[in-house]
């Protein structure tokens, strides 16, 4: 039995990636730091925690700023992004919509600094559905580690095997499978470049969350 459902936001939740993919070359920019690799940055980048990056950035760069200075920066980058360009994703409404009628309890795990995610699921109106946002920040780790993951199914008191993980990226998956979470890979296309790990990782994957793929989460899982 299915108790909770654990969703990554940036590239699985809302059409974000493509501004993530940006911001570290942008902040860089706004320093002065010319950026020759920016797609290398941006792999490297997404991987990381905001934290991790922040703390690469000031030894990398030799920034005298803290690295908590540097991760406020970085917020104030995707902040303008979050509040004027995202939009939530095909399907995802549906599939939202489909646990929470199913009494499946939901969070999100994230990289993103909360206020970013608050500010996001409030403006597209799925503030509802979600009992609780946890972030990278909190937990000290990136997504190669499950803690975050593990933290979501202890606060609904369910069970890794009673949890599904909804990702975009093969890191989080990864993780999630090696302690026993039930894996769901979507397609976004600013990491296509990753598709092939992620559908060789995931226990299921998607190119779409269109109304026939909807039923195939909903009757593998018996929801």
């Not at 699921?121 to 609780?132: N, P, R, S, T, W």
């Not at 039930?182 to 976004?188: E, F, K």
């Not at 598709?195 to 793929?213: T, V």
Request: net charge negative; aromatic share 12%.
């Amino acid at each position: 039995m299915i108790k909770c459902a654990i969703f990554d936001l940036d590239g699985t939740l809302v059409n974000s990636m493509e501004y993530w993919s940006i911001v570290p070359s942008k902040f860089l920019e706004n320093n002065g730091i010319k950026v020759e690799d920016k797609k290398s940055l941006s792999d490297m980048f997404l991987s990381m925690s905001l934290l991790e990056s922040s703390k690469y950035f000031k030894e990398t760069y030799k920034f005298s700023k803290s690295i908590e200075e540097i991760a406020l920066e970085i917020d104030r980058v995707m902040e303008e992004y979050y509040l004027n360009n995202v939009t939530l994703k095909s399907g995802i409404k549906e599939l939202l919509e489909l646990l929470y009628s199913k009494g499946v309890k939901m969070a999100i795990a994230t990289a993103t600094d909360k206020f970013l995610v608050e500010e996001v699921v409030e403006k597209l109106g799925i503030k509802k559905y979600f009992d609780f946002i946890i972030t990278s920040t909190e937990v000290g780790s990136s997504k190669k580690n499950p803690l975050i993951y593990q933290k979501c199914s202890e606060f609904f008191n369910a069970k890794e095997t009673e949890s599904i993980i909804f990702e975009d990226l093969p890191y989080g998956i990864i993780s999630g499978n090696s302690v026993g979470f039930h894996t769901v890979g979507l397609y976004d296309e600013p990491s296509n470049h990753l598709q092939d790990k992620i559908k060789e990782n995931a226990e299921l994957y998607f190119l779409d969350l269109d109304k026939e793929n909807i039923t195939k989460i909903k009757d593998y899982f018996n929801l």
